[in-house]
Structures are given as structure tokens and as C-alpha cells.
């Protein structure tokens, strides 16, 4: 069984349209991140929620929202694509928020033509 | 806040043959964490070594190995006895220690490496 698992793996869309990821992970976690890798490698933190409350939002804009249903996913909408939007968003979790082990799943592809 | 640096975009090294990752990093706090992740192809991001800065001893995890320097905040790792699966991005971490318990891995660039035959 997959630990972190994120859906689509590839998501191809055109600007202007609305597209989800959705996260989920079954190590019974209490906190779960949203990182962002561009096109070159560089991975940065979006959010980061713990136990279904947005803990950390790193400056990220309003056209992203991540809703966690409950603690064991963390879905990430994107109103209004761009193309710079166009990257790897990787989904994460941990025990807790501190300085836990994160569990990273295998990534979403997003391109934005 | 802190910055992670890597200056070794790309790295080579044969099969067999040891080789170290350089990573140096900015920060005023004294309680923190330090790890070297790995990225093949594949696209996963997997955790090769992880170090709490209170501790003197160097993580050792098999082949992969770090040299830890805290008064010079340098971070390398060494990866001996090279092998084809080691080919991937690899990229050094730091994570900081929250009194409120949650924190977040601040990432360097990456160091591309590859292991030739």
C-alpha cells in the first residue's frame, strides 16, 4: 500500500481553468504539506495543515486553497491557472509538525498551456 | 530565516568510488534538524539521512555518511562505494525546531549526481 498517495500524476490544462490534486495518506499522520517544485528542482513549502487546521501558509496566492476534509487528506484546488503555475506539487505528511520524518508522495505534474 | 546553499549544481563520480555532497546553510537558531534527501528520475523524494543538531555524532546511514560541522553550519554528505541506482538530484535540508511544533524543510537547490559505469 501506498503511503502518500496523490492523484492525477500528470494534469495537462489550459490557462484560466480550475484543477484539483488530491492527497491522501495512510500512516495515520497528524500533519500534511503542500510543497511546490519549479522547473528548476527548487522545492518550497505552500501549506502545511495539522489535524485538518491550516497551520502554515507560506505567501502562497488566493488562487490556491487547500481543503482538508479530515486529517488523513489534504487536497489542493487551483482557481484560475497560470503559466507559472506550471510545476511538481508534491503532497507530504508527518507524525507531527515538529521534527518529524516527512513521507513525500510521488508528485503531480502540472502543465499549464 | 534560513537558507540552505548547495554550490555543486552537478556531481560525477564512477561506480565504486566515494564522493562527498557539499552543503552549507544560514541560521541563528541553535536547535534544528539537518537531512539529505534523494530524487531519481522516478520523481519521489526519498530521505537518505537526517541529523539533530544537538548531536555531535555524525549520522551514518550504510553507505551514506555526513560530516556535520555546526560552527561552520556545513552539512556533506559522503556516499561510498558508489552505485548506478545513486544517480539523482540530491538535496540537502533544514528544518528548525518549533517551540509551537510545527515546522517545515527549507530546501537547498539540489546537487545533480551522476554515477557512470
Known amino acids: 500500500d501506498t503511503a502518500v498517495s496523490q492523484t492525477p500524476k500528470y494534469l495537462v490544462t489550459q490557462m484560466g481553468n480550475d484543477k484539483s490534486i488530491k492527497c491522501e495518506q495512510n500512516?495515520?499522520?497528524?500533519?500534511m504539506y503542500w510543497y511546490k517544485q519549479d522547473s528548476k528542482k527548487f522545492l518550497k513549502i505552500m501549506f502545511s495543515?495539522?489535524?485538518?487546521?491550516?497551520?502554515i501558509n507560506e505567501t502562497v496566492p488566493n488562487r490556491f486553497s487547500p481543503k482538508s476534509p479530515d486529517k488523513a487528506h489534504l487536497n489542493l484546488h487551483i482557481n484560475s491557472l497560470e503559466l507559472g503555475d506550471s510545476a511538481v506539487y508534491f503532497c507530504?505528511?508527518?507524525?507531527?509538525?515538529?521534527?518529524?520524518?516527512?513521507?513525500f508522495g510521488s508528485g503531480t505534474q502540472l502543465s499549464v498551456l | 530565516a534560513q537558507t540552505v546553499t548547495q554550490s555543486q549544481p552537478e556531481m560525477s563520480v564512477q561506480e565504486a568510488e566515494t564522493v562527498t555532497l557539499s552543503c552549507t546553510y544560514d541560521?541563528?537558531?541553535?536547535?534544528?534538524?539537518l537531512f539529505w534527501y534523494k530524487q531519481p528520475p522516478s520523481r519521489q523524494m526519498i530521505l537518505v539521512i537526517r541529523q539533530e543538531a544537538y548531536k555531535q555524532q555524525n549520522a551514518t546511514e550504510n553507505r551514506f555518511s555526513v560530516n556535520f560541522q555546526k560552527a561552520a553550519k556545513s552539512f556533506s554528505l559522503k556516499i561510498s562505494d558508489s552505485q548506478l541506482g545513486d544517480t539523482a538530484m540530491y538535496f540537502c535540508a533544514f528544518m528548525k525546531h518549533e517551540n509551537s511544533g510545527y515546522s517545515t524543510l527549507t530546501f537547498g537547490k539540489g546537487t545533480m549526481l551522476l554515477v557512470s559505469p
Open positions: 495543515y495539522n489535524n485538518k487546521e491550516l497551520i
Open positions: 541560521t541563528s537558531e541553535n536547535n534544528y534538524y
Open positions: 500512516l495515520g499522520h497528524d500533519t
Open positions: 507530504a505528511s508527518s507524525l507531527h509538525g515538529s521534527n518529524e520524518k516527512l513521507f
